[in-house]
């Protein structure tokens, strides 16, 4: 069966300084990868997605970026957190079929910004 | 522009009645819905979903009904139960230039408290 990892769980981290969160799935190839956002008392907010290895596309534009180094790796990454930047990150993946498709989500990480 | 949208911030249900979820939207691209659950710090959990082809798709205790004419669709919970006490997100995706990509679009999200 397939799963998803996702850390760390939380993170504080102050402003200005970098972030690298990673996700990997397990159990499947060539999946879609996402990240996805929610603020405080928001709903889920699509951030990145890829197709396949290095290949990236931004859905809003912000603060971070993501790679994708390998088929079941996916990192969303700063060079300087902003507050704005706090929320819970979920990272998730769905079957590379094209359509119809669920996805489904790590355990997210919380990342407060201070 | 939210094309997905929960009007419900929060819902309250006894035990053993039926939860009605609801959920509209405003891209008539979306072809397909879903809906999640999720519970504090952790990631959404998938519960159902339904193509625009049907209108009605159930799993148990839970059934989706779509309404393409309204944009509209709701999950029942049927029996409700303490345990379904959790936030609801509807989500939606749609064909896209070729590949939907699997992307979805979700709503606010809806907290359902079951009492017993």
């Known amino acids: 069966s397939q799963t998803i990892h996702q850390w760390p769980a939380t993170l504080v981290q102050p402003v200005g300084s970098p972030l690298s969160l990673e996700c990997t799935v397990e159990?499947?190839?060539?999946?879609?990868l996402y990240w996805y956002r929610q603020a405080a008392g928001r709903g889920l907010q699509l951030l990145f997605y890829?197709?396949?290895?290095?290949?990236i596309s931004s859905e809003v534009p912000q603060n971070l970026s993501a790679s994708r180094p390998q088929d079941r790796q996916f990192i969303l990454s700063s060079k300087k957190l902003l507050l704005s930047d706090s929320g819970f990150y979920l990272c998730?993946?769905?079957?590379?079929?094209?359509?119809?498709?669920?996805?489904?989500f790590g355990q997210g990480t919380r990342l407060t910004v201070v | 522009d939210q094309q997905v949208k929960q009007n419900s911030p929060s819902l309250s249900v006894q035990e053993g009645r039926i939860s009605i979820l609801n959920c509209d939207y405003t891209n008539s691209m979306f072809d397909y819905f879903l809906w999640y659950k999720k519970y504090p710090a952790e990631g959404p959990t998938f519960l159902i979903s339904?193509?625009?082809?049907?209108d009605k798709n159930e799993d148990g205790r839970f059934t989706v009904f779509l309404n393409k004419s309204a944009k509209h669709l709701s999950l029942h919970i049927v029996p409700s139960q303490p345990g379904d006490s959790a936030v609801y997100f509807c989500?939606?995706?749609?064909?896209?230039?070729?590949?939907?990509?699997?992307?979805?679009?979700f709503g606010q999200g809806t907290i359902l408290t079951v009492h017993p």
């Open positions: 989500a939606a995706s749609g064909w896209a230039g070729g590949t939907s990509y699997g992307k979805l679009t």
């Open positions: 998730a993946w769905s079957l590379n079929r094209g359509r119809n498709t669920e996805a489904f």
């Open positions: 890829s197709v396949g290895i290095g290949q």
């Open positions: 339904i193509s625009s082809i049907k």
């Open positions: 159990g499947t190839s060539n999946p879609n």
